[in-house]
T-cell receptor, first 110, second 117 residues
Framework: SQQGEEDPQALSIQEGENATMNCSYKTSINNLQWYRQNSGRGLVHLILIRSNEREKHSGRLRVTLDTSKKSSSLLITASRAADTASYFCATPNAGNMLTFGGGTRLMVKP | DTEVTQTPKHLVMGMTNKKSLKCEQHMGHRAMYWYKQKAKKPPELMFVYSYEKLSINESVPSRFSPECPNSSLLNLHLHALQPEDSALYLC????????????????FGSGTQLSVL
């Protein structure tokens, strides 16, 4: 069953703007991952943040994790048209398997 | 080689057909997965193989039959599918180094877009 819920479901911004996506989850986790999916393609791993970490950076990506609120956010700075994709958070379920949130569809307009 | 290769990329089949989806990785990963994804929805886990043994079957109907011939290959055999089975089928792999697969990064193939008529 789906553990994470993402907000917003869709986001449209201009190139150069920042994009923020949020993920909320239900049960305690030991890590949370973010993935990107271009239309009709496979998912690409972006970043993994562990439960004892509050923030992690990778290039233009910044991920935060608040275990007390059971939420995470993904910030993409200085967005580009090539960032247009769906973004999913993923968390372990009760069976220790990764399950994906509903996703945020990001469109970056040139 | 950090690729997971899936074939075919597209497949159209009738409800009485038998077909197979194939997945291959040469990263030495010992966990392999099948996910099903409907349009504008997240991927949903179907099967997990760990060290070539089926470890997870998420109550998938028997018309889907997975097979792991060796540590590099994963097949999904399809028989008597229904139109609602039309979806993107994604294969993934991970290292499975310490038994905690949810701590691991998944590598995905590009998927097979399946249409059942």
């Amino acid at each position: 069953s789906q553990q994470g819920e993402e907000d917003p479901q869709a986001l449209s911004i201009q190139e150069g703007e920042n994009a923020t996506m949020n993920c909320s989850y239900k049960t305690s986790i030991n890590n949370l991952q973010w993935y990107r999916q271009n239309s009709g393609r496979g998912l690409v791993h972006l970043i993994l943040i562990r439960s004892n970490e509050r923030e992690k950076h990778s290039g233009r990506l910044r991920v935060t994790l608040d275990t007390s609120k059971k939420s995470s956010s993904l910030l993409i700075t200085a967005s580009r048209a090539a960032d247009t994709a769906s973004y999913f958070c993923a968390t372990p379920n009760a069976g220790n398997m990764l399950t994906f949130g509903g996703g945020t569809r990001l469109m970056v307009k040139p | 080689d950090t690729e997971v290769t899936q074939t075919p990329k597209h497949l159209v089949m009738g409800m009485t057909n038998k077909k197979s989806l194939k997945c291959e990785q040469h990263m030495g990963h010992r966990a392999m997965y099948w996910y099903k994804q409907k349009a504008k929805k997240p991927p949903e886990l179907m099967f997990v193989y760990s060290y070539e043994k089926l470890s997870i079957n998420e109550s998938v109907p028997s018309r889907f039959s997975p097979e792991c011939p060796n540590s590099s290959l994963l097949n999904l055999h399809l028989h008597a599918l229904q139109p609602e089975d039309s979806a993107l089928y994604l294969c993934a792999s991970s290292q499975e180094s310490r038994g905690f697969v949810s701590n691991e990064k998944l590598f995905f193939g590009s998927g097979t877009q399946l249409s059942v008529l």
